[in-house]
């Protein structure tokens, strides 16, 4: 199995310059998670799906950032437009409970933004 | 809200020694998971070992276990006989159970950089 794809790997831009980052989580995984990971930092949440419901965006800067999940399969992020504040690197990640309480989670190896 | 922290930005191991990087976390409840994750320079996170806070028992997986103190809200992750490929960054990470609004999030601490010397 494949695992989490996610792309591009890097994608550096002029600041104010539109960019999507795109994941492919593993199959038949319901909850999709993006991450945002500064540099020297750990990741912090930006927004969870469950199939294609965002039930939890409160973290995502709305002005800028969008996110959907067609279908509840892939999921596209995208900020327009961005801004130097917005290099990191952005990870993805699916999930499924193999019990009420034990999620399995897997991330793909995230996409480096670097905005100049 | 919850909170993770990791005080030990960089650590440093001798191969085939022992080393233990802390994490501690603030939280109100009482039912949670405690989580420890490498990150090689590849960037993809990867389980290494997983705590659930109603267990007293401390989790162990092969080479790595961790002490977990619910009181002192501390979990250290203990790598014995470190091996050249265990050098990655270390996060530590809460979440909630499954339940509780957002269920899912991993709360993660800021890493610890370890370095294995051959």
């Known amino acids: 199995e494949a695992g989490v794809v996610q792309s591009p790997r890097y994608k550096i831009i002029e600041k104010k310059q539109p960019v999507a980052f795109w994941c492919n989580p593993i199959?038949?995984?319901?909850?999709l998670y993006w991450y945002r990971q500064n540099l020297g930092q750990g990741p912090e949440l930006l927004i969870r799906?469950?199939?294609?419901?965002?039930?939890?965006d409160s973290q995502l800067p709305k002005d800028r950032f969008s996110a959907e999940r067609l279908k509840g399969v892939d999921s596209t992020l995208k900020i327009q437009p961005a801004e130097l504040g917005d290099s990191a690197v952005y990870l993805c990640?699916?999930?499924?409970?193999?019990?009420?309480?034990?999620?399995?989670?897997?991330f793909g190896s995230g996409t480096q933004l670097s905005v100049l | 809200a919850q909170t993770v922290t990791q005080s030990q930005p960089e650590m440093s191991v001798q191969e085939a020694e022992t080393v233990t990087l802390s994490c501690t976390y603030d939280?109100?409840?009482?039912?949670?998971?405690l989580f420890w994750y490498k990150q090689p320079p590849s960037r993809q996170m990867i389980l290494v070992i997983r705590q659930e806070a109603y267990k007293q028992q401390n989790a162990t997986e092969n080479r790595f276990s961790v002490n977990f103190q619910k009181a002192a809200k501390s979990f250290s992750l203990k790598i014995s006989d470190s091996q050249l490929g265990d050098a990655a960054m270390y996060f530590c990470?809460?979440?909630?159970?499954?339940?509780?609004?957002?269920?899912?999030?991993?709360?993660f601490g800021q890493g610890t950089t370890l370095q294995v010397k051959p």
């Open positions: 799906y469950e199939n294609e419901e965002a039930v939890d």
């Open positions: 990640a699916s999930s499924f409970f193999t019990s009420a309480n034990n999620e399995k989670l897997f």
């Open positions: 990470a809460y979440r909630r159970v499954k339940g509780s609004s957002n269920t899912g999030k991993l709360i």
């Open positions: 939280t109100s409840e009482s039912d949670y998971y």
């Open positions: 199959s038949g995984h319901n909850t």
